[in-house]
């Protein structure tokens, strides 16, 4: 499986921001799939991840009621909706996936990740 994201940039707080991913290989819908972010200094932490039909979503505790999660089997992606940024977001978020649809469990794919950088 390959992942590819997209959508980062900078932007001031309080803004919104969407980031896609392009999954290709497999069968998209057989994976679960997730975001993550690692700010510098820090070790790379989950946002949200979303299960094979998109009926299950998890969030950290930090980014929920701002971000949601969602995908479009038939096009191959996954999206993070970004609202009500704040500094702390600022780093580079990555696409992942697992082999199977349910949430959870060790990522098997990484995808290269997209900066976000988030003014005050």
């Known amino acids: 499986v390959q992942l590819q994201a997209s959508g980062g940039g900078l932007v001031q707080a309080g803004d919104s921001l969407r980031l896609s991913c392009a999954a290709s290989?497999?069968?998209?819908?057989?994976?679960?799939m997730s975001w993550f972010r690692q700010a510098p200094g820090k070790e790379r932490e989950s946002v949200a991840s979303?299960?094979?039909?998109?009926?299950?979503?998890h969030y950290a505790a930090s980014v929920k009621g701002r971000f949601a999660v969602s995908r479009d089997n038939a096009k191959n992606a996954v999206y993070l909706q970004m609202n009500s940024l704040k500094p702390e977001d600022t780093a580079v978020y990555y696409c992942?996936?697992?082999?199977?649809?349910?949430?959870?469990?060790?990522?098997?794919?990484w995808g290269q990740g997209t900066q976000v950088t988030v003014s005050s």
């Open positions: 979303i299960s094979g039909t998109g009926d299950s979503t």
């Open positions: 290989g497999g069968t998209f819908s057989l994976y679960a």
């Open positions: 992942a996936s697992k082999d199977g649809p349910v949430v959870g469990g060790r990522v098997d794919y």
